[in-house]
């Protein structure tokens, strides 16, 4: 699977919209890239998923770059509940492989 | 729909103990579950995949007569941290895919892990 680069850490203020991006330099044509979010000791949550076009969710949308190689998370209004560790994650195919990097470590303040 | 549980979310024993933790998946089967380990600051490394009815498959330095997974159901995945050390404290955190959902990963809550 295709490694992926983003920043360790973001700031946002509250309501404000959250845009983490993400380098995947080296994606091939059947790699999905996958967005996850973890919150303090607690396990990972799914939050959006896309292969070439841009995607939308009752959480976040996905832009993903026309040749690929980078992708934007956007959480539109960023509350304080939305502090977590986001990881941007390229699988081949189904959620089955998931490789975990460092992340982005995203704070929202009041 | 599509939770997945753990139990014990917190678990404290000595050094040469075994433990094991459990994970379900409460509204759905999966053939298939997923373990992983983190430590502190650190991401989440995949430890081994479940696959209900065969043995597991661990990732490459992960040491199988430590680790014991069993898969016995299409909703339970347990795993038993033999002999415990203080070295294997970490966070546990267990996932599962929906058959009609496979391009979600759903994780439980974790396990804390502590050693004396």
């Known amino acids: 699977d295709a490694k992926t680069t983003q920043p360790p850490s973001m700031d946002c203020a509250e309501g404000r919209a959250a845009n983490l991006p993400c380098n995947h330099s080296?994606?091939?044509?059947?790699?999905?890239v996958y967005w996850y979010r973890q919150i303090h000791s607690q396990g990972p949550q799914y939050i959006i998923h896309g292969l070439k076009n841009n995607e939308t969710n009752e959480m976040a949308s996905l832009i993903i770059t026309e040749d690929r190689k980078s992708s934007t998370l956007i959480l539109p209004h960023a509350t304080l509940r939305d502090t977590a560790v986001y990881y941007c994650?390229?699988?081949?195919?189904?959620?089955?492989?998931?490789?975990f990097g460092s992340g982005t470590q995203l704070t929202v303040l009041p | 729909g599509a939770v997945v549980s753990q139990h014990p979310s917190r678990v404290i024993c000595k050094s040469g103990t075994s433990v094991k933790i459990e994970c379900r998946s409460l509204d759905f089967q999966a053939t298939t579950m997923f373990w992983y380990r983190q430590f502190p600051k650190q991401s989440l490394m995949l430890m081994a995949t479940s696959n209900e009815g065969s043995k597991a498959t661990y990732e490459q330095g992960v040491e199988k007569d430590k680790f014991l997974i069993n898969h016995a159901s299409l909703t339970l995945s347990t795993l038993t941290v033999t002999s415990a050390h203080p070295e294997d404290s970490s966070f546990y955190i267990c996932?599962?895919?929906?058959?009609?959902?496979?391009?979600?990963?759903?994780f439980g809550p974790g396990t804390r892990l502590t050693v004396l």
């Open positions: 996932s599962a895919t929906p058959e009609d959902r496979v391009y979600e990963q759903f």
């Open positions: 080296t994606i091939s044509g059947n790699e999905y």
């Open positions: 994650i390229v699988s081949s195919g189904s959620a089955r492989q998931l490789t």
